[in-house]
């Protein structure tokens, strides 16, 4: 006869049970707490990937602790025992992968210290060649194990699995006391003082040609040039005349710190002069200055001045030929930005100038001085080429960049010579890489009649460079695009316009057009150009800017952008500080605004064209609240229209506004701006009741110290404003 079992009794209630899992929630949530002290600790994106794990993991912890409280039978209770279960192992994990994320990092410092006095014995002489590559070849597999590890942790943050030991620690005794060996880690090609990188296809090894240089230029190039400098007169000209710069050039002795701030420009007037002009003397002061530059290293890689010298350095090595310095860019320079790279840092991987210049900058290096490491050759190329992807795709997409036009000319040069180089360090490259044609057509397009583009975000009024729109005419045998050029190379010769000339045709008129990723409209007449910001105030260097107009009319650039602060103005690059100046706000702005009250540095304003002659942008964003904020501006032959459409359910109190650096004159509903014996009268219509029409000084100045006025159209309590400024 069978005994009836008696179901299993719990050894302790519902009560009791939800009181251990509550402890247990708690002890997880601590430790997220403690997670906390890790994230500056670590390379911002790490920093970033370990608070996303917090914010998740406490997220989920709240979930279950909500099923834990309303839990009223075993079967339930027994469902978020489970869970609880695995929100304890991921709060865990976070804990120990953050821990050992920052154990790593420094375990990177100490490798990075014992390569760099490893090169330091070398150059010194006090360790043999055989032991200072011993000690390269440990160094370089550490960095991969290094690099291993770190995406492993990284792998299992916000994961409810048990975080993996690290491996790398096994190793620092044999890279610290020199002795032994130490395995690569799989898939990894390691960096002496530096990082691993995943291990590329040879296709990516650039090989520049041997016989000549490679960098910017090559042997047919020059012999291109030379050609039509014997065939056209005013060529030859300016020809001798790059000669003698590159003579004066040489005859300047530089200290260090004076070689330094003067080294990239230097490099090309003696490049100029060896390469064209066989002058010794001008090689012989370049290798020089070259060998310095490198030998003193960089100030830190993470710093834009130092790409620009490690870009003017290898170019300048590839030209003379340098050699014996190896191995100084490679734990020196190199290998810091390796790390960069491996910690996707938004500077080398980001869509802005600084992905451009730090990539241009590591390729060309790579090309000029790792020909004797294929492996890492072809994984540094292939980060830089990847890298440097999301930054050309913004210069590229309509041609200009919502870093406005100062930082489009900044990274020009980085642009332009990785360009010029690629097609020598490749038969076809192993990366496509997106035209520059929209590029030439926003340096022709958006430019006045004065050939300066209007201002914007942290953009002082300069001229574009010709370095881009030079190297696509070549390529693409524009000759319109060559005539633009030619107009920068009379005002300013340069060697890599003069290398890269071909023999321009017809400047074509100006085109009125819309740049929608840049977030500005051109719009063009024989002698004026107005233009009408969009965009998006988000954006580095950033302006709070939605909606100014500019009016080039006469000779005159009618409408002021004050451009940035000055250098070294606390903070101007904090979020928390940036705007509290009066450069970049609203109120230094030609638009329309909420009384004494900046944008929203979240807005958005897209603009699109109307007609051949009109543009419009929505300013809802700019102004919140509002149901319609339309500003349309229409450039004729006679006048520019500025037309403002809003319409608010609560009365808001607005400022129009234009600032100057002309003398206004005030009339009723109108002003006269005054300036190189010049006038235009901005008249206004669709006034509402109440407001007040003044012209008081700016708080700022012109980047040249130009005093500016702003004309003010104050409107108290607006709830619809159909509102007209004609400038004629």
């Excluded at 590559?133 to 942790?153: C, F, G, N, P």
Aim: proline share 7%; net charge positive.
């Amino acid at each position: 006869m069978a005994v009836l079992q008696a179901p299993p009794a719990y050894a302790v209630t519902l009560s009791e049970q939800r009181a251990t899992l509550r402890q247990a929630s708690y002890a997880a949530a601590q430790n997220y707490v403690d997670s906390r002290a890790y994230i500056p600790l670590l390379a911002r994106p790490n920093g970033v990937a370990v608070k996303d794990a917090i914010a998740s993991g406490l997220a989920k912890i709240k979930t279950v602790g909500d099923a834990l409280t309303v839990a009223n039978t075993q079967a339930a209770m027994d469902a978020v025992a489970v869970r609880m279960k695995a929100e304890v192992i991921r709060a865990a994990t976070v804990k120990k992968s953050g821990q050992q994320l920052v154990e790593l990092k420094n375990l990177r410092s100490g490798h990075q210290k014992i390569a760099t006095a490893a090169l330091a014995d070398s150059l010194a002489g006090r360790i043999t060649s055989a032991a200072y590559q011993a000690i390269k070849t440990r160094a370089a597999a550490y960095s991969t194990q290094l690099s291993a590890d770190a995406v492993r942790q990284l792998g299992v943050l916000g994961q409810a699995v048990a975080a993996p030991a690290l491996i790398a620690p096994r190793y620092r005794t044999v890279l610290e006391q020199g002795s032994g060996s130490i395995p690569v880690a799989s898939g990894w090609v390691g960096f002496p003082g530096g990082c691993a990188l995943p291990a590329a296809s040879s296709a990516f090894r650039p090989m520049l040609p041997s016989d000549g240089p490679g960098v910017a230029t090559n042997r047919k190039i020059l012999l291109d040039s030379a050609a039509g400098i014997a065939a056209d007169t005013a060529t030859g000209a300016v020809h001798r005349q790059l000669l003698r710069a590159a003579v004066s050039e040489a005859s300047l002795p530089k200290s260090l710190a004076e070689l330094r701030t003067a080294y990239v420009v230097r490099t090309p007037r003696l490049g100029y002069g060896w390469l064209s002009g066989s002058d010794s003397n001008a090689r012989d002061v370049l290798t020089e200055d070259t060998q310095r530059i490198l030998l003193a290293g960089p100030e830190g890689m993470n710093t834009l001045a130092s790409s620009h010298l490690l870009l003017a350095a290898s170019s300048a090595a590839d030209w003379v030929k340098l050699k014996g310095l190896d191995e100084t860019v490679l734990i020196r320079w190199l290998g810091p930005q390796t790390c960069l790279l491996e910690d996707r840092e938004p500077w080398l991987k980001g869509p802005t100038n600084l992905a451009a210049i730090h990539n241009a900058a590591n390729f060309t290096a790579t090309a000029v001085f790792l020909k004797g490491s294929p492996a890492m050759a072809a994984a540094l190329a292939q980060e830089s080429l990847k890298s440097i992807q999301p930054a050309l795709q913004m210069i590229t997409a309509d041609g200009g960049t919502q870093e406005g036009p100062g930082y489009w000319t900044y990274q020009s040069r980085a642009i332009a010579v990785l360009y010029a180089t690629l097609p020598n360090a490749y038969p076809t490259p192993p990366v496509a890489m997106p035209s520059l044609e929209k590029v030439s057509d926003y340096a022709m397009n958006s430019t006045g009649p004065d050939g300066r583009p209007s201002a914007f975000a942290d953009a002082e009024p300069n001229e574009l460079s010709g370095l881009m729109p030079a190297w696509d005419a070549k390529v693409r045998g524009d000759a319109s695009v060559a005539a633009w050029v030619a107009g920068r190379f009379a005002q300013k010769p340069d060697a890599y316009l003069m290398w890269w000339r071909i023999a321009p045709g017809t400047l074509p008129s100006k085109t009125s057009t819309v740049y929608p990723q840049t977030g500005l409209a051109a719009l063009h007449i024989p002698a004026g150009t107005a233009t009408l910001k969009g965009g998006s105030n988000v954006l580095p260097h950033a302006h709070l800017d939605l909606g100014a107009v500019s009016f080039y009319r006469r000779g005159v650039q009618w409408s002021v952008d004050p451009g940035p602060m000055p250098s070294g103005a606390p903070g101007y690059y904090s979020a928390l500080q940036r705007f509290t100046y009066w450069n970049p706000g609203t109120s230094a702005h030609s638009t329309l605004a909420y009384t004494g009250v900046n944008q929203p540095t979240t807005a958005a304003a897209p603009v699109r064209r109307i007609s051949s002659s009109a543009a419009s942008v929505d300013l809802r964003q700019a102004l919140p609240g509002a149901s319609t904020a339309t500003r349309t501006v229409t450039h004729g032959s006679t006048s520019m229209i500025v037309k403002d459409v809003i319409r608010f359910s609560v009365a808001k109190n607005m400022t129009w506004q234009w600032v100057t650096d002309a003398t206004v004159s005030l009339g009723t509903d109108r002003a006269v701006l005054r300036r190189d014996g010049q006038a235009i009268t901005i008249r206004l219509t669709g006034v509402p009741a109440g407001s007040v029409l003044s012209a008081v000084p700016a708080p700022g100045t012109t980047t040249d110290g130009q005093a500016l006025t702003i004309l003010k159209l104050t409107m108290p309590k607006v709830t619809s404003l159909d509102l007209t400024a004609t400038a004629y």
